[in-house]
């Protein structure tokens, strides 16, 4: 199962079944925005940073 998305989040290519969800505002000159894999029911998806510089993430835990 894979796909490619454009900067904006759009499908170019693959499966139908991913999705990504765009967080903040993914416009030109925008510095507050990321993408999310939606969930899928019998997946798990690996978080791997592709940005070259550094990336910061807010830790913290799900319960329930």
Same mark, same amino acid.
């Given at each position: 199962m /894979? !796909?490619?998305?454009d ?15 765009v $967080? /903040?505002? !993914?416009?030109? /000159?925008s $510095?507050?925005?990321?993408?999310s894999?939606? %969930? ?8 791997? %940073? ?7 993430? !807010?830790?913290d835990?799900?319960?329930?």
């Amino acid at each position: 199962m /894979g !796909a490619m998305f454009d900067w904006q989040g759009k499908r170019l290519e693959g499966d139908e079944k991913l999705n990504v969800k765009v $967080h /903040g505002s !993914a416009q030109v /000159g925008s $510095h507050n925005w990321w993408y999310s894999v939606e %969930p899928l029911d019998d997946y798990e998806f690996i978080r791997i %940073p592709v940005n070259a510089g550094g990336v910061m993430e !807010a830790v913290d835990k799900l319960e329930g």
